[in-house]
């Protein structure tokens, strides 16, 4: 996402956006809200740097209803079927389908 787009998102000015990319502003608690709100993540993820534990990664995968449903067969996989499903659920989540 460029500056230009992360500011019309916060409703700042892009300079502020860039001055908050190369450290020379501070984000106010309301400016961290707004960042926060446009990339679509929460503030402590935004303060984190985006790294979330292996728990939180599982239990968001858990969440999700295509995951859901596959759960109850994987006992039933071998270790081909397995990675070949992971491998596919993984192209997924960095290309997601196009809508029809």
Known sequence: MSQRQLALRMEVPRTY???IENEKATP???SLERLARALEVSI??????GERNRQEEVLELIEDQFVAELMPFMSQLNG???S???????DLT???RRSA
């Open 17 to 19: 956006v860039s001055k």
């Open 28 to 30: 106010t608690l309301s």
């Open 44 to 49: 402590p993820i935004l303060l984190s740097g």
């Open 80 to 82: 081909m079927q397995m």
């Open 84 to 90: 070949s499903i992971l491998a596919q659920v993984r």
């Open 94 to 96: 960095i290309r997601p």
